[in-house]
């Protein structure tokens, strides 16, 4: 056994720096600095143009879609007023064209994120990751508690205040409301908060351990573990917690369902037949199918918004790594250290806890970005689309 | 990995079908999924909650029986961890107070993995529990995962003290 060990982990570090070295150097699709749309941030006006033009240019940069310059040489050209709870925020191409147009209320910091999702949609034709929150455990109180922040890392704000256990958060797709695993009762029950309001109600109190409780991407639905009938098993509810269906009837564990964008289907994890592996099954009952990805050790799976991959947590050895999976076909490629991955949006990012920090990576550069660190211990990230 | 783990589940399929039979339809499965008709459980569903009642208030006894240890990724009770089933078996049977199992987990799964292996930990319990004849209307699990560690700092001596369902006798 020793000896297995030993080896297993000697392999494992030989596949691991063969996978990490492949990830970094030939991803998918790879777009250089080149392929970059060329835009400028010309004059931002108004009470605070200047702060705006700040958040604005990091949201850019963020999505990696753009080299930001100076106008001459730009294909676009971004302009507007900012001040007093809105932004009017114009797009202007080189014929000096406007395609864009469009006033956007809300926070000094919200706003400016709306306009930059919306410059990244009319020019490129896909979903921003700027105006998106991020829900994530962080134990720097002394307990585990659950915090939100925009998904560039500010406005971190605590939302559970209990000194108690609170985990596993889930933000909806929406960004409105939350559930998590909190041990308020002394049980394991699914908790649900509205983020505008603070409201908080415990949904799923079933007997036994209620956990890892997921939206449906129409945020009808959650797909949750209970252990009532005496194994932990997937269930699906609406999404009060009521009506619930068992999906899977096994003697293993399974944990953190994944709905695909249509809610026909979850893909979760089951250590049923030995070590935990992925499963895909229909959200209206059946059989799962083992998905394979040439790992012993597979958690965490998280469906891209497009439907066309997974991203999930790997162990080979003693660490944690983040897998991409495409399922359409083709072996699982590793593409970072660290644990919890969640797509934002545009389906091309990913956010994940690595060391404690929250990291950002961009899985068509190989960009990583850290978003919160020096904040206790992060773990469990979530992130609205 | 795989073999001891599957030879496990038989083992336990084994003895339930010896202490209970199949009167009560209970089988074991392998896959994701199960019967169609859906007429089989695994393990034995859990009674209603007693509200109020909770393992980490101080109306629960949690030192008056040792925790029982497993190995790692393990949810099988070695024989060397018989004895305090039974005497916790024992004390059920003569007295009317109810109990709750809690399971958890080393620090090397990930979080919800652990909360689930914990609960499986407990339920296992549970289930040695009915089969030495405590009834089973009167245990509640629950399952902590990585969290509450018994001995703090990583090791292998640290993670084998963690790895433990303990039991909480309702006062």
């Known amino acids: ?385 | 990995m795989n073999t001891p783990r599957l030879f496990q589940f038989a083992l336990a399929a084994l003895i339930a079908l010896t202490f209970t039979g199949c009167a009560n339809g209970k089988k074991k499965t392998g896959g994701g999924g199960g019967g169609a008709d859906g007429d089989f459980v695994n393990g034995t569903p859990l009674p209603e909650r007693q509200e109020g009642v909770s393992f980490l208030g101080s109306n629960v006894d949690r030192s008056k029986f040792s925790p029982v240890h497993f190995g790692f990724d393990s949810v099988a009770i070695d024989s060397g961890e018989r004895g305090k089933i039974d005497e916790v078996a024992g004390f059920l049977k003569s007295a009317s107070n109810t109990l709750i199992l809690a399971g958890f987990t080393d620090e090397r799964g990930t979080p919800d993995y652990n909360r689930g292996l914990g609960e499986r930990r407990a339920q296992a319990v549970r289930e040695a529990l009915i089969r030495a004849g405590a009834d089973a209307g009167k245990i509640q699990t629950v399952s902590f995962g990585a969290e509450m560690p018994a001995a703090t700092g990583g090791g292998e001596s640290a993670w084998a003290k963690n790895r433990r369902a303990e039991f909480g006798v309702v006062r």
């Not at chain 1, 908080?200 to 409780?213: E, L, M, Q, Y």
């Open chain 1, 1 to 385: 056994m020793k000896n297995s060990r030993a080896f297993s982990l000697f392999a494992f570090s030989l596949f691991a720096s063969v996978a990490l070295t492949r990830g970094a150097e030939a991803p998918t699709i790879t777009i250089s600095k080149s392929d970059k749309l060329a835009v400028a941030i010309g004059t931002l006006s108004g009470a605070d143009g200047a702060a705006a033009a700040k958040i604005l240019q990091n949201d850019l940069a963020m999505s990696g879609y753009f080299n930001i310059g100076p106008a001459a040489s730009a294909g676009f050209v971004i302009g507007g007023t900012s001040g007093g709870g809105s932004l009017a925020g114009t797009v202007t191409d080189r014929s000096g064209k406007t395609v864009l147009s469009q006033t956007f209320s809300g926070t000094p910091r919200g706003k400016v994120h709306a306009f930059a999702d919306e410059i990244i949609e009319t020019v490129t034709g896909s979903k921003g990751i700027a105006n998106t929150r991020v829900a994530f455990v962080s134990n720097r109180s002394g307990h585990k508690e659950i915090y939100t922040a925009d998904a560039d890392g500010s406005g971190v704000h605590q939302l559970t205040n209990d000194a108690n256990i609170s985990v596993g958060p889930r933000i909806s797709p929406d960004g409105r409301t939350l559930v998590y695993t909190g041990y308020k009762s002394g049980y394991a029950d699914v908790y649900e908060i509205e983020l505008a309001s603070g409201a908080r109600n415990r949904i799923i109190k079933s007997p036994g351990t209620n956990t890892g409780a997921s939206y449906s991407a129409d945020g009808h639905q959650l797909a949750v573990i209970m252990s009532k009938e005496g194994n932990p098993e997937l269930y699906t509810t609406g999404a009060g917690g009521g009506g619930a269906r068992r999906l899977t009837r096994s003697t293993g564990v399974e944990s953190t369902p994944t709905w695909s964008p249509d809610g026909a289907e979850i893909i979760y994890s089951s250590d049923d037949r030995g070590t935990p592996q992925l499963y895909r099954i229909s959200a209206s009952g059946g059989t799962g199918r083992q998905l394979s990805t040439g790992h012993g050790y597979n958690t965490e799976p998280n469906w891209s918004p497009d439907g066309k991959k997974i991203a999930f947590t790997v162990r080979d050895g003693g660490g944690f790594s983040i897998a991409v999976l495409d399922l359409a076909g083709g072996s699982a490629r590793v593409v970072a250290t660290g644990e919890g991955p969640a797509w934002g949006a545009d389906s091309r990012h990913l956010i994940y806890a690595e060391g404690g920090s929250l990291i950002l990576l961009d899985s068509q550069t190989g960009q990583k970005t850290t978003v919160v660190s020096g904040f206790g211990k992060i773990s469990e990230p979530s992130w609205s689309r």
